[in-house]
């Protein structure tokens, strides 16, 4: 070996040394690792920064707006929340579940998938009185096959098409992973419809401060619009479809306050005073179209509708707002902010919001700028809570976003454009057609993956310059020698399985998909089976907590331990390698 090819191996080799002792987060890893390339001669300056015009960054942060979008359109949640609905068993409800969150992981980043849908298994586990650990950690398993289906799935799956690009001239296509991803996720459902009786049943989750705080009587004012669900539903009807979570305190027609009677049908521009959780009155007002009041509304400032948030606060003894109303102090006009909700411990409110006098110790629901709402809190006397999620006002649903990747799906799958392009375009549109504000946009893309993307992507490639890649790929090959054809395949699959829980999988395919493609050229193999072993494996972290950021969302709210994800993980991954590596190699012929 030469001392470029030694001094590569042992940038590579102290640079998952860093990512296992986890000092340094994995950005600064690779950046880290970039310098020391840089200084070691194996990476020239003018090669030094290419990888931040790469391909590969532009369809990772393109694809992550996208996600981003569908994920807010909640046109995904709401065909869910359909189907369970109408199942009630735990078996019945995960599978629900699991196979939601892994159909939808093939087209929204699968870790967006799952926050999206993370509510509903927290919500199905209170009802059934069952820990939530009982779907949490199958959820995000489901997650990671589901990703695997797709290019833009999983970032290796990018990644790898890149590999095969340089390699043939031909890239993958869109849904080239597909037989594979689809056969693995399938069995991995049927597995984890048996095998979540390996979790244990008394992991809880430790108690937010939203939980402590027990804030749940919340009143908010909203009027149906044309087109709503609850269009000509009575009351009682109305109550029931939403399974008794909110209660409607009062109904305002006109002038006049109507008597809440079970019977009274409901019309279009009738005011609604509804009281319940704030989870419930947004899931209420999201899926039957009604508008909050003062939502859309300009404020003095001509707040930039991009950047509204809400925010929950307490109103102190000392301030502006006690003793008077909303509509009294002119909030939207003179602050730039909305009063949308008001709970009140010991009291049903049933008047409406900008009508409701204030007292001290009313906990509220403002809206308005990001950028204003502290100072404003300050100026009214109010204290902010401890931080909850709270989407009250944030009801936009729309197909649009789904058009939109469906036709940049179509553009590269026939060809017209190539993928970097197409969903470069895509990620314009929603943000252009307003299907995703443009802080949201910047919000949802995870620039710390690009960053590591775009730095290792010059020192990834300095094991080829220099032969260090055939070197080890060579010696895999040796050691392969004795193995039949589905040894070789199955070896990559467990090599890519075994690195992937100690670096980011992006990294683990930067690094291994080329070693995994002259393996293939020194056994006398197509490289496809080898690459596409590299992404199934690179993308399929079972057995920690840290491989995966899905893995990672999961272990608070699931109230897991370390240990817990190797008993589901374990037989999990051995099942992937049986069954993932027959249908590699009936997909992707080796000769």
């Known amino acids: 070996m030469t001392l470029p090819q030694w001094l590569s191996i042992a940038t590579l080799v102290g640079m998952m040394c860093l990512f296992l002792w986890g000092r340094f987060r994995y950005d600064v890893t690779?950046?880290?690792?970039?310098?020391?390339?840089?200084?070691?001669?194996?990476?020239?300056?003018?090669?030094?920064?290419?990888?931040?015009?790469?391909?590969?960054?532009?369809?990772?942060?393109?694809?992550?707006?996208?996600?981003?979008?569908?994920?807010?359109?909640?046109?995904?949640?709401?065909?869910?929340?359909?189907?369970?609905?109408?199942?009630?068993?735990?078996?019945?409800?995960?599978?629900?579940?699991?196979?939601?969150?892994?159909?939808?992981?093939?087209?929204?980043?699968?870790?967006?998938?799952?926050?999206?849908?993370?509510?509903?298994?927290?919500?199905?586990?209170?009802?059934?009185?069952?820990?939530?650990?009982?779907?949490?950690?199958?959820?995000?398993?489901?997650?990671?096959?589901?990703?695997?289906?797709?290019?833009?799935?999983?970032?290796?799956?990018?990644?790898?098409?890149?590999?095969?690009?340089?390699?043939?001239?031909?890239?993958?296509?869109?849904?080239?992973?597909?037989?594979?991803?689809?056969g693995l996720l399938v069995v991995g459902l049927i597995f984890l419809r048996f095998g979540y009786r390996l979790l244990p049943r008394d992991r809880r989750a430790a108690p937010t401060m939203g939980e402590a705080l027990?804030?749940?009587?919340?009143?908010?004012?909203?009027?149906?619009?044309?087109?709503?669900?609850?269009?000509?539903?009575?009351?009682?009807?109305?109550?029931?479809?939403?399974?008794?979570?909110?209660?409607?305190?009062?109904?305002l027609r006109g002038d006049m306050q109507g008597t809440v009677h079970p019977h009274v049908h409901l019309r279009e521009s009738d005011i609604l005073i509804l009281s319940g959780a704030p989870d419930a009155l947004e899931r209420v007002i999201a899926r039957d179209r009604l508008a909050l009041t003062g939502e859309g509304k300009e404020g003095a400032e001509g707040e930039d509708r991009d950047e509204i948030g809400v925010i929950e606060a307490v109103v102190t003894t000392d301030s502006v707002l006690i003793g008077r109303t909303a509509g009294r102090l002119s909030l939207r006009e003179r602050f730039g902010v909305n009063l949308i909700a008001v709970s009140r411990a010991g009291e049903h409110l049933t008047r409406k919001i900008g009508q409701t006098v204030l007292q001290a110790g009313d906990v509220i629901v403002m809206q308005g700028p990001v950028a204003l709402l502290p100072d404003r809190l300050g100026q009214l006397g109010a204290l902010p809570l401890a931080a909850r999620e709270m989407r009250l006002g944030n009801s936009n649903r729309s197909w649009l976003p789904i058009l939109i990747l469906v036709v940049a799906m179509i553009a590269t799958a026939t060809g017209v454009v190539p993928v970097a392009v197409a969903f470069f375009a895509a990620a314009a549109l929603v943000i252009v057609t307003g299907a995703l504000p443009v802080g949201e946009a910047y919000e949802a893309v995870e620039w710390p993956i690009l960053i590591m993307l775009a730095a290792l992507i010059p020192v990834s490639e300095s094991l080829q310059t220099t032969g260090a890649s055939d070197i080890l790929a060579t010696a895999l090959a040796h050691a392969a020698a004795t193995l039949p054809a589905w040894g070789a395949v199955a070896l990559i699959l467990v090599a890519a399985m075994a690195v992937t829980p100690f670096l980011n999988n992006a990294a683990t395919v930067l690094v291994m998909a080329p070693i995994a493609a002259v393996f293939a050229h020194d056994l006398g193999y197509r490289p496809e089976p080898f690459l596409i072993a590299t992404a199934m494996g690179a993308g399929c972290d079972f057995l920690t907590p840290i491989g995966h950021q899905c893995n990672t969302l999961v272990l608070g709210p699931g109230g897991y331990r370390f240990s817990d994800y190797a008993r589901l993980g374990a037989p999990l991954s051995l099942l992937v390698v049986l069954v993932g590596t027959p249908l590699i190699l009936w997909t992707w012929p080796l000769r």
Request: glycine share 8%; net charge neutral.
């Open 30 to 182: 690779a950046v880290i690792a970039l310098l020391a390339a840089l200084v070691l001669g194996i990476v020239k300056p003018a090669d030094a920064f290419k990888g931040f015009a790469d391909d590969i960054v532009i369809i990772v942060g393109s694809a992550l707006v996208i996600s981003a979008a569908v994920q807010r359109s909640g046109v995904i949640e709401i065909a869910m929340r359909f189907l369970a609905g109408r199942v009630t068993s735990i078996r019945s409800q995960l599978l629900v579940l699991t196979a939601s969150v892994g159909l939808s992981s093939a087209l929204v980043k699968n870790v967006g998938a799952l926050a999206m849908l993370m509510p509903a298994a927290v919500q199905m586990a209170k009802k059934n009185k069952a820990s939530p650990s009982v779907f949490l950690m199958p959820m995000s398993f489901a997650s990671l096959l589901g990703g695997l289906m797709t290019l833009v799935g999983t970032s290796p799956n990018i990644i790898v098409s890149r590999v095969r690009d340089e390699m043939t001239g031909k890239p993958f296509a869109m849904f080239d992973y597909f037989p594979t991803g689809f």
């Open 214 to 251: 027990n804030i749940s009587g919340y009143v908010t004012e909203a009027s149906v619009t044309e087109g709503s669900q609850a269009i000509g539903e009575t009351i009682a009807e109305f109550i029931a479809r939403h399974e008794d979570q909110v209660t409607v305190m009062s109904l």
